[in-house]
């Protein structure tokens, strides 16, 4: 009876580690399947995240593309004709009239001035050559000369990038943040500060405008032209904050991670 008793605690006991050890072993099968399938999980969102990112890139350089193939148009097509037409109505005899003649020359210098604005404007080797600092310090000096605007610009002695090519992305979001000040914001000042630091560049837009609920804005996912600027963050490897409240104006403020690439 004794060794009867002793069997079946040594089969209980076999038993036991038995279930324990097919327990251990099916708990294993699962944290590997659940790493795994996390691992997979991961992988997709890292193949995802780089199909967006050249996407976005590709979009980009056919705007820039664009951009630049209407700038050559302006300037060698549309400007040299103009020349010529300016020229000669300054060529013409003493019978025409002269008052009227003045005013169409006038009209054809404007002409041609905005033109090359416009092309230098959409020309990125403009931005290269004179670099982001001054092409925001020229934008907003025109929007002080259109007498709507009081504009407030305050940067950093260097600016630190992380590439060449960064600098046109960035200053594109800026355009794009300043175009939804003048079209939605009713505001009288826009401020422009730039911090820049070897790690980190931050850039801080503020309007006095009329301001918009933030919150709308996170549950409809619109918003004022906000999509192409979060887009663009994303290519940077930027962050986008953006603090407004209805009748308070609007600060968005860009992180931008940087190398030290001062320029």
């Not at 659940?34 to 967006?52: D, S």
């Amino acid at each position: 009876m004794p060794q009867e008793k002793e069997n079946i605690l040594v089969t209980i006991v076999i038993v036991s580690v038995f279930l324990v050890l097919v327990g251990a072993f099916l708990l294993l099968l699962l944290f590997v399947f659940l790493r795994r399938q996390r691992k997979n999980k991961q992988e997709k969102e890292e193949m995802k995240n780089r199909f967006e990112q050249t996407l976005l890139k590709t979009q980009l350089e056919i705007q820039e593309q664009t951009f630049k193939y209407i700038s050559q148009e302006i300037h060698d097509n549309i400007g040299q004709v103009l020349s010529l037409v300016r020229l000669n109505l300054n060529t013409l005899g003493e019978n025409a009239n002269g008052e009227k003649v003045e005013a169409t020359d006038e009209l054809l210098g404007k002409a041609i001035k905005d033109l090359r604005d416009l092309s230098h404007n959409l020309q990125n080797n403009r931005l290269h050559d004179i670099g982001i600092i001054e092409s925001l310090r020229q934008l907003l000096f025109s929007l002080e000369k259109s007498g709507r605007y009081q504009t407030r610009f305050i940067a950093s002695d260097h600016f630190y990038i992380v590439d060449a090519n960064n600098d046109i992305i960035l200053y594109r979001m800026i355009q794009e943040i300043i175009n939804n000040i003048i079209k939605h914001a009713n505001a009288r000042t826009i401020d422009v500060k730039i911090d820049s630091l070897p790690d980190l560049t931050t850039v801080t837009i503020g309007d006095d405008g009329i301001g918009f609920n933030t919150s709308v804005l996170k549950e409809s996912r619109t918003g004022i032209g906000l999509q192409n600027i979060a887009n663009r963050a994303r290519m940077i490897n930027a962050s986008v904050d953006i603090k407004s409240t209805p009748g308070s104006g609007t600060v968005i403020t860009l992180l931008i991670r940087s190398k030290q690439i001062p320029v």
